[in-house]
């Protein structure tokens, strides 16, 4: 009996030990998934763009030539946010652009971008969502041409122009390059407004971040190429950097409309060193003329 004492003791010392490493964790994670949902962008786009808007809850207005899409609702509320998803289910919607009911998203939703987020990264981003406060709230149905009144036109646009795949480091690069390119490249989907679309709204991908005069909401989108003329090469060492934090730019005047919420919410928000790797990215990017 004397030596079962101890031993009981132990076992119950090594469960305590467990548990507390279990929820450091899932607290590393919950707050590396915070991170994720900054670097990506979520809340600008799924909080609606009215005073006391609930974050996240949806709602958002997104014009474009084919009709405007409103962004879902992604609480973990169990009957209009995705509180009945799994890990699995949001990595789906993440890297094959499809729900958990197996219907095709429309590329309003930037999974074209976010389809190379690491496996931990969306496991991550979906533990933080999970921990956000539940806001009941419907989402409201996109108005759409007739032709794409079914999710049909979605899952085609796909078979013609998306390939699922996640990102790969390339070993010829630093390690500052990589990281600028799975930031820009996919959390932060600069490409998706920085990057010219044909009549089918398939981005250019020769014409990669050399802006459009046709970007969401109908605004002209600048080129982020080193470009000397069109685009930011003739920007200082550091002016890049500064721009994603404050959004000032080298002359002195500071971003606007859809750029200034990005840096509010988004790239001012990020690490130094996170800054500093998108301007390397960028900076090494073909200095490409435009927009045309």
């Known amino acids: 009996m004397g030596r079962a004492a101890p031993r009981r003791a132990g076992a119950g010392l090594l469960a305590a030990l467990a548990l507390a490493a279990g929820t450091a964790r899932a607290d590393a994670q919950v707050e590396r998934g915070a991170y994720l949902a900054t670097a990506a962008g979520c809340v600008t786009c799924h909080t ?26 992604i609480t ?74 079914s999710r049909l036109a979605a899952r085609a646009w796909q078979w013609l122009f998306f390939t699922p795949a996640r990102f790969a480091a390339d070993a010829a690069r630093d390690a500052d390059w990589n990281r600028g390119a799975y930031l820009v490249r996919h959390l932060g989907h600069c490409g998706e407004c920085h990057t010219p679309r044909n009549a089918l709204g398939a981005p250019d991908r020769s ?67 996170d800054r500093r790797a998108i301007a390397a990215y960028l900076a090494a990017l073909p200095a490409l003329p435009g927009p045309r």
């Open 48 to 73: 609606e763009d009215v005073e006391g808007a609930a974050p996240f809850a949806g709602g958002r207005a997104l014009a474009s030539p084919f009709g405007t899409f409103y962004a879902p609702n």
């Open 76 to 149: 973990p509320d169990p009957e209009t946010g995705i509180g009945r998803w799994s890990a699995d289910d949001l990595a789906n919607a993440l890297h094959a652009g499809t729900g958990p009911d197996g219907a095709a998203y429309f590329p309003a939703f930037p999974y074209p971008s976010y389809t190379g987020m690491s496996a931990e990264d969306a496991r991550a981003l979906h533990a933080y969502l999970m921990t956000l406060a539940p806001v009941r709230r419907e989402n409201r149905p996109h108005e759409l041409p007739w032709y794409l009144g």
């Open 207 to 273: 014409r990669e971040m050399a802006g459009t005069a046709e970007g969401p909401e109908g605004r002209k989108v600048p080129n982020i190429t080193p470009d000397r003329d069109a685009g930011i090469g003739r920007w200082a060492p550091g002016d890049l950097e500064t721009f994603l934090e404050i959004g000032m730019l080298p002359d002195g005047d500071f971003a606007g409309a859809g750029m200034g919420e990005v840096i509010d919410e988004n790239t001012g928000k990020l690490t130094p060193e």
